[in-house]
């Protein structure tokens, strides 16, 4: 019997499989808890050897897309270079396809690109069709820790604020004052318009003049600190190489943020964030030595997944990238990592769409039209624009994001379920007047214990903070640092905490009298089993002047 007909009588005989493992068989045995764990949720599964060399493997891929229900195609092996000259070792690996770099090979890059996009490309035009994840491990031992750590945070009944924050470290681009200026304002649009205003951000930037720096000495336990405090994401914008990333540069020295040699510091365990790597190499999974992502994944505390590029990654694509993930994430609200990362490297390398059409409310008043600084053009538009300005080679820019879906690769399970809270529907007026007082009205999906805060948008501050404009000022004000910081990463005007039944409720907030500008309410409901966000815009006028008597 052929292979072919084989392969037909088992289609006849069986359920269509919406998930290809590609497994070694020595790996079986420790993946089978999570084989449970998705059968359990309903997945079909079918098995592809690891034998072989990555078009072998596609190809029987691609056979079983033929029977019309695959989504996922889940990894599990290293793809150690040293492979091809011991046969151990390939005995235990997984391939991945290397691609011919065309781009990012004129800024210093290796001629080929390492990745694993081609596994979920059904037609072969290098778009991928199916979402792909690799569990880079080398061990049984290392397959079961990884394996423990997905099942445990699915099944989670850990709660409180992580599951509403993402957390950004960014290193200094580096490319010149006039390109970080529009980097840094296009990041600020990214925080502001990517993520709904019902969720929390932090900012650990590592330019001493801004507010968002910490102590810049202590800049690496920030970056810990904000990791470990758990996440839904914690991301990392800016340069970065294999082992470690970038280092924060001061006048009064330079300092690390992080490296493999730190991945023992890494304590989330029971609130473990995706991490995502914008930034070089830091998933250069097919390197002899392990790189960072694959470090920090296979440690007990790190990451429950890791988006990372294996080569030299470039500002625009991935700028393009993360935009369209957080979309996938907050917006369309995908059900698993690897559809949401999926999804977005579709949105990679379309055109420009039309204008979004959830762009901030046009002004309204005299107050309103000093504060207002919104481009009337979508996230996409705004970054095409920026990188058409900016970019050494403009004429590149489709054949850079294209580039980007072989860079990027999802270290993790394509599978993880992506947690979704509930909608806290609120009713609040569209503007306020500081000093005065806010009426709120809500409907709760779930009794819970309701946090109630009056916010500025994410790329204001509710302060005026330090001008720091000479290094000098850097060694006067060392100590103040991180009270500054601290202060940058805290939007709350007004917060008040309540119990609230399941159903409509009414709570009012003081607003402060030196609040001012555009803002939002969010609230957050924490039940015994279950979360639930809502958010909604406002403005706060001056205080009106008081009648003559």
């Known amino acids: 019997m052929t292979p072919a007909v084989l392969f037909t009588c088992l289609a006849l005989t ?45 190809r029987k891929i691609r056979q079983y897309a033929q029977l019309g229900a695959l989504r996922f195609v889940v990894l599990v092996g290293d793809a150690d270079p040293q492979s091809a000259q011991d046969a151990e070792l390939r005995r235990r690996s997984v391939p991945t396809h290397h691609v011919p770099a065309k781009v990012n090979i004129h800024w210093g890059s290796e001629v080929d690109i390492a990745g694993d996009n081609l596994y979920g490309d059904l037609d072969g035009d290098e778009v ?31 709660l409180g604020d992580w599951r509403r924050q993402v957390n950004f470290i960014a290193g200094v681009g580096g490319f010149g004052a006039v390109v970080d200026s529009v980097l840094e304002s296009a990041t600020k649009k990214f925080l502001t318009d990517g993520i709904p205003p019902s969720y929390r951000t932090t900012v650990t930037y590592g330019s001493w003049r801004s507010p968002f720096c910490p102590d810049p000495r202590k800049f690496h336990d920030a970056a810990l600190t904000r990791f470990n405090e758990g996440c839904l994401f914690w991301v990392y914008i800016g340069h970065g190489q294999r082992t470690g990333l970038d280092w924060v540069n001061t006048p009064v020295g330079q300092f690390p943020i992080l490296s493999n040699a730190d991945v023992s510091k890494l304590q989330a365990a029971k609130t473990p964030p995706i991490a995502v790597f914008l930034a070089c190499y830091t998933g250069a999974f097919d390197a002899e030595r392990d790189c960072l992502a694959e470090e920090m994944l296979r440690t007990p505390g790190g990451p429950v997944a890791v988006l990372a590029g294996s080569r030299v990654t470039m500002p625009y694509a991935m700028a393009v990238l993360g935009t369209g993930l957080m979309d996938e994430v907050f917006v369309e609200q995908r059900a698993t990592l690897g559809e949401a990362v999926l999804h977005a490297k579709r949105r990679l390398v379309q055109e420009s769409p039309a204008k979004e059409e959830n762009q901030p409310a046009k002004a309204t008043n005299q107050d309103e039209e000093a504060d207002e600084e919104d481009a009337p053009l979508s996230r996409r538009e705004f970054l095409d624009t ?29 599978l993880l379920r992506l947690p979704t809270p509930g909608e806290v529907k609120l009713a609040v007026a569209a503007d306020a007047d500081a000093g005065g007082q806010l009426a709120i009205e809500g409907v709760a999906p779930h009794a819970g214990r309701l946090t109630v805060e009056l916010i500025c948008r994410r790329d204001r501050l509710t302060f005026q903070p330090p001008f720091r404009a000479t290094p000098l000022s850097i060694h006067a004000s060392l100590e103040q640092y991180d009270v500054v910081y601290a202060k940058a990463n805290d939007h709350r005007w007004a917060t008040q905490r309540l119990l609230a039944p399941e159903g409509a409720f009414q709570t009012t907030l003081n607003i402060p009298e030196d609040a001012r500008g555009h803002g939002h309410v969010r609230v957050f409901l924490e039940g015994d089993d279950r979360i639930a966000l809502g958010a909604a815009n406002i403005y706060i006028r001056r205080p009106r002047p008081m009648s003559a008597e």
């Not at 997945?43 to 596609?58: C, F, K, P, T």
């Not at 990188?387 to 399970?413: C, Q, T, W, Y």
């Open 386 to 414: 920026v990188a058409r300005a900016i970019s050494p080679k403009p004429e590149l820019l489709a054949e850079e994001r294209h580039e980007h879906l072989h860079l990027f690769n999802v270290l993790g399970d394509p």
């Open 14 to 58: 069986a359920a269509a499989p919406d998930t290809v493992v590609v497994c070694p068989d020595a790996f079986r045995p420790a993946l089978q808890p999570w084989v449970a764990h998705r059968q359990a949720q309903g997945h079909e599964l079918a098995w592809v050897s690891n034998v072989g060399n990555s078009a072998d493997i596609q």
């Open 128 to 158: 991928p069709d199916v979402a792909v994840g690799r569990l880079p491990v080398d061990t049984p031992e290392e397959l079961s820790r990884l394996v423990h750590k997905i099942i445990a945070y699915e099944n989670s009944a850990t």
